[in-house]
T-cell receptor, first 113, second 114 residues
Framework: NAGVTQTPKFQVLKTGQSMTLQCAQDMNHNSMYWYRQDPGMGLRLIYYSASEGTTDKGEVPNGYNVSRLNKREFSLRLESAAPSQTSVYFC????????????FGPGTRLTVL | AQSVAQPEDQVNVAEGNPLTVKCTYSVSGNPYLFWYVQYPNRGLQFLLKYITGDNLVKGSYGFEAEFNKSQTSFHLKKPSALVSDSALYFCAVSPRGGGNKLTFGTGTQLKVEL
């Protein structure tokens, strides 16, 4: 099992450009998540999907959109990138219960110039 | 709203000595608590979690953590540190009945030296 995979691994954008970060999991999990990691701030939840067909905002959703394409895939889109969105982005998946362990992908390092 | 505090940005310890990485939390009701580790340029790896029952939780790689409800703490410990334990450690909390939405601390960099 590959677990949680993310593409691309690295990306450089210019301000105003758009892009989509892809995430897929092969653990048959119901819930998926997008986080961003910034130095000194830990991980912050951007959006999550408790189950296929549902999405909801997390702590820092502004400037992002998501799509739960099917049970396996959850994408994050930046419509008009800004330098403040320079970060490392992690996707995770889990079952739905509050005590279930989340499993993380390897991350995408995004730089917006 | 829930929150997690990791008061130390960095912890230095000599190999073979015991280590402690501190975590305190604030949440309504009883929490679920997690520890994750991140090695350079990698994603987060699960170490252990507290759900209910025994306050001492044992996890991967010889790590353990003690849930203390009165002090709202969940400190990570290991009896004998290894150089390979050097990494960034995150504590996280999930409230009961709130869906599986983790709130993370800011992380503690552990450095184990020979």
């Amino acid at each position: 099992n590959a677990g949680v995979t993310q593409t691309p691994k690295f990306q450089v954008l210019k301000t105003g450009q758009s892009m989509t970060l892809q995430c897929a999991q092969d653990m048959n999990h119901n819930s998926m998540y997008w986080y961003r990691q910034d130095p000194g701030m830990g991980l912050r939840l951007i959006y999550y999907s408790a189950s296929e067909g549902t999405t909801d905002k997390g702590e820092v959703p502004n400037g992002y959109n998501v799509s739960r394409l099917n049970k396996r895939e959850f994408s994050l889109r930046l419509e008009s990138a800004a330098p403040s969105q320079t970060s490392v982005y992690f996707c995770a998946s889990s079952e739905k219960a509050s005590w279930d362990t989340q499993y993380f992908g390897p991350g995408t390092r995004l730089t917006v110039l | 709203a829930q929150s997690v505090a990791q008061p130390e940005d960095q912890v230095n310890v000599a190999e073979g000595n015991p280590l402690t990485v501190k975590c305190t939390y604030s949440v309504s009701g009883n929490p679920y608590l997690f520890w994750y580790v991140q090695y350079p340029n990698r994603g987060l790896q699960f170490l252990l979690k507290y759900i209910t029952g025994d306050n001492l939780v044992k996890g991967s790689y010889g790590f353990e953590a003690e849930f203390n409800k009165s002090q709202t703490s969940f400190h990570l410990k290991k009896p004998s540190a290894l150089v390979s334990d050097s990494a960034l450690y995150f504590c996280a909390v999930s409230p009961r009945g709130g869906g599986n939405k983790l709130t993370f601390g800011t992380g503690t960099q552990l450095k184990v030296e020979l």
